[in-house]
């Protein structure tokens, strides 16, 4: 038995090891940390990124490892996303705009963390789940330099591209008005949703363009979802 062990790289590490591997990670993705400049936070992010896909819902059957993730990722992914929408207006539409592209990697990043996170331990009508649609999300949909600047195009059709696939997870915006909407304690989590991604299917100026028409599409899904049809996933 030894033999065989040694043959095929000896026996496989435990839940311990795996735990550190991912408070690693999400160690890298601290904006706090000056040893945390941009390159290492996307860097860390795409790491996270993997692993969540590696590990599915697996991970979230785990209590350590989902309470890490539920945690400190969700944490990690707030701080980056508040990071991104922080861009200031004192240099001008152009360096606004310049700003928000230098930041497109990380925050492109980010949404595919959060989209993974949810994909990953569902909806369990957690505090860290209304934090995370509300700071991140419905904070980026709410940005004004974000959503109506001219030079925005790029960033905000892959907001809306994010969006679109998680209102399409199945039943992710049911459980979202199970868990929040219906709750008299708690906020209207879909409602303020659906508020924000139908202001952003109108458009301010100009024709209508990619990110509206993924815009009506999230609506869409929220509705199909809502109404007890099957989404796109």
């Known amino acids: 038995a030894a033999e065989e062990e040694a043959s095929e790289g000896g026996p496989p590490h435990g839940v311990g090891a795996l735990h550190e591997v991912l408070r690693f990670l999400v160690s890298l993705i601290d904006p706090a940390e000056a040893h945390n400049p941009l390159a290492v936070r996307e860097f860390g992010l795409a790491l996270l990124l993997v692993a969540l896909q590696a590990g599915g819902a697996s991970l979230g059957r785990v209590a350590p490892l989902a ?4 945690d400190d990722l969700a944490l990690g992914l707030i701080m980056n996303a508040e990071a991104c929408g922080s861009i200031g207006t004192e240099e001008g539409e152009v ?9 497109h990697q990380l925050l ?19 505090l860290q789940e209304e934090t995370l649609v509300h700071r991140v999300y419905l904070k980026l949909l709410n940005n004004k330099s974000l959503m109506e600047g001219r030079e925005m195009r790029d960033q905000r059709e892959m907001l809306m591209e994010m969006l679109l696939q998680l209102c399409e997870l199945p ?3 049911l459980r979202l008005y ?8 708690r906020t209207d989590l879909l409602e303020d949703l659906t508020k924000a991604i139908s202001k952003a299917a109108f458009p301010v100026a100009g024709p209508p363009d990619v990110a ?6 999230a609506l869409h899904a929220i509705l199909r979802s809502t109404c007890g049809e099957p989404t796109a996933a």
Not at 108 to 126: A, D, E, I, K, N
Request: glycine residues 6%.
């Open 171 to 173: 039943q992710l915006p």
């Open 95 to 103: 360096g606004v705009a310049f700003a928000w592209r230098a930041k």
């Open 67 to 70: 309470a890490l993730l539920a």
């Open 178 to 185: 199970t868990h929040f909407d219906c709750d008299k304690r």
């Open 212 to 217: 509206h028409l993924l815009s009506v599409e």
């Open 108 to 126: 492109s990043l980010v949404l595919m963390c959060c989209y993974q996170l949810f994909l990953v331990l569902g909806v369990q009508g957690t």
